[in-house]
T-cell receptor, first 112, second 118 residues
Framework: GENVEQHPSTLSVQEGDSAVIKCTYSDSASNYFPWYKQELGKRPQLIID?????GEKKDQRIAVTLNKTAKHFSLHITETQPEDSAVYFCAASMNRDDKIIFGKGTRLHILP | GAVVSQHPSRVICKSGTSVKIECRSL??????MFWYRQFPKKSLMLMATSNEGSKATYEQGVEKDKFLINHASLTLSTLTVTSAHPEDSSFYIC??????????????FGPGTRLTVL
């Protein structure tokens, strides 16, 4: 089955700097890659997603890149703010069964 | 956007009892619902996939007799934790998707249910 690896597990950046989280996936059939932000005790919130027919997608301060050949994708957050502090999960899914497989998560701390 | 609710939000029960958790899609018909569990500071682990009107498909290592899933309608799926034990204490989250929409991979998550077994 699909396996998603995520790094780093913890990331601390100064407010205003950029944060990058990287993920790899194992199954080349995966074609949908969502990113979620989860605050303590809350549901995961979809913040951005990308499908395998594009290499990059941007939404304001958040961008995601996808390299299908290497089977890796990354989340970039620019001009980080205190409210960006949370746990971020990458995930992969495929048309075959729509299951979403999550990475282990990255705890992002924005330092004042 | 699509809204998914869960009930109850929190439940505390004694060891050996059974607990039922409901997951509802409020404004769309969910052809498929998924159940996850999440331990503190860990990721979401998929437990099973539930399609309306058919038996759930369980992930490897998940006991189907322990975690009973019913998807009786296009808006409701239930997870029953049978004979609960302290190690079943966790955050249980459901999600729902609808292959009839353009975002057929996208899943909409419920707010989660925190189960504590004493």
């Amino acid at each position: 089955g699909e396996n998603v690896e995520q790094h780093p597990s913890t990331l601390s950046v100064q407010e205003g700097d950029s944060a990058v989280i990287k993920c790899t996936y194992s199954d080349s059939a995966s074609n949908y890659f969502p990113w979620y932000k989860q605050e303590l005790g809350k549901r995961p919130q979809l913040i951005i997603d990308i499908r395998s027919n594009v290499g990059e997608k941007k939404d304001q301060r958040i961008a995601v890149t996808l390299n299908k050949t290497a089977k890796h994708f990354s989340l970039h957050i620019t001009e980080t703010q205190p409210e960006d502090s949370a746990v971020y999960f990458c995930a992969a899914s495929m048309n075959r069964d729509d299951k979403i497989i999550f990475g282990k998560g990255t705890r992002l701390h924005i330092l004042p | 956007g699509a809204v998914v609710s869960q009930h109850p939000s929190r439940v505390i029960c004694k060891s050996g009892t059974s607990v039922k958790i409901e997951c509802r899609s409020l404004d769309f018909q969910a052809t498929t619902m998924f159940w996850y569990r999440q331990f503190p500071k860990k990721s979401l682990m998929l437990m099973a996939t539930s399609n309306e009107g058919s038996k759930a498909t369980y992930e490897q290592g998940v006991e189907k007799d322990k975690f009973l899933i019913n998807h009786a309608s296009l808006t409701l799926s239930t997870l029953t934790v049978t004979s609960a034990h302290p190690e079943d204490s966790s955050f249980y989250i459901c999600s729902a998707s609808n292959r009839g929409t353009s975002s057929y991979n996208e899943q909409f998550f419920g707010p989660g249910t925190r189960l504590t077994v004493l």
